[in-house]
Each structure stands twice: as structure tokens, then as C-alpha cells.
């Protein structure tokens, strides 16, 4: 598939989307076993997501950048 303009918004749209649905998973999943997890492993899982989406997100970048350059 061949990047076009007129993809750059459903795109977003997208990401914008899976962003927010993931954030509201983790919400509703750490609300609703509050009670069974300690805070220390609320932190640590809150720790290790952000981890792992900068992790991901890094990726992305060095494969974007490598992508322009050849």
C-alpha cells in the first residue's frame, strides 16, 4: 500500500482512537481489581506499560527515520 495524503486523517483518527481505548482499558481493568492489587503493583504495571510503549514507540521512530533515509 502507498502512503497518500488522503490517509493521513482516517490514520489519526485511528491512533487517536486505539490511544484512548487503551487508556480506558487500563482504567477500568486497575479500577476494577483495586481491591485485590497492592498499590506497589498498580505502580509497577503502570511502570512497565509505559515502558513498553516507549519501548515501542522508539521502534517506530528509528524504523520511520531509517525508512526516510533509504
Known sequence: MELQPAYALPFSAAAAL???S???LMAWLI???RARLSPEVITKVHRV???CVLVL????AVAFVQSLLG
Do not use: D, H, S
Request: net charge positive; aromatic share 24%; hydrophobic share 60%.
Open 57 to 60: 514507540a522508539l521502534y517506530f
Open 18 to 20: 486505539g490511544m484512548a
Open 22 to 24: 487503551w487508556c480506558l
Open 31 to 33: 479500577n476494577r481489581f
Open 49 to 51: 506499560m509505559g515502558v
